[in-house]
């Protein structure tokens, strides 16, 4: 079946880094764009970035263009994201999914604190 396993989420400082990574199965992963998503408490679900099915394209949202960086690497079906300089307000469930929104996972959660 479908399996998007997100995981590398936890506890940063602010100014910290964290990277993520999402392992899939059950479907044909390089055929696909891939996205990250987040949703802070209280606050609808924003989407993050996203990489097209080759890797040739990358997209961010203007809140974290500059500080993360989207890959993938279609050998291993797993799609990453490397957060930089973080922030308070980047705290939040991390969701990858497929960019059509037909696969989730389960998130993985960003705490950003001192």
């Known amino acids: 079946q479908v399996q998007l396993v997100e995981s590398g989420g936890g506890l940063a400082q602010p100014g910290g880094s964290l990277r993520l990574s999402c392992a899939a199965s059950?479907?044909?992963?390089?055929?696909?764009?891939m996205s990250w998503a987040r949703q802070a408490p209280g606050k609808g679900l924003e989407w993050v970035s996203g990489i097209y099915s080759d890797g040739s394209d990358t997209y961010y949202a203007d809140s974290v263009k500059g500080r993360f960086t989207i890959s993938r690497d279609n050998a291993k079906n797993t799609v990453y994201l490397q957060m930089n300089s973080l922030k308070p307000e980047d705290t939040a469930l991390y969701y990858c999914?497929?960019?059509?929104?037909?696969?989730w996972g389960q998130g993985t959660q960003v705490t950003v604190s001192s």
């Open positions: 999914a497929t960019s059509g929104g037909d696969y």
């Open positions: 059950g479907f044909t992963f390089s055929s696909y764009a």
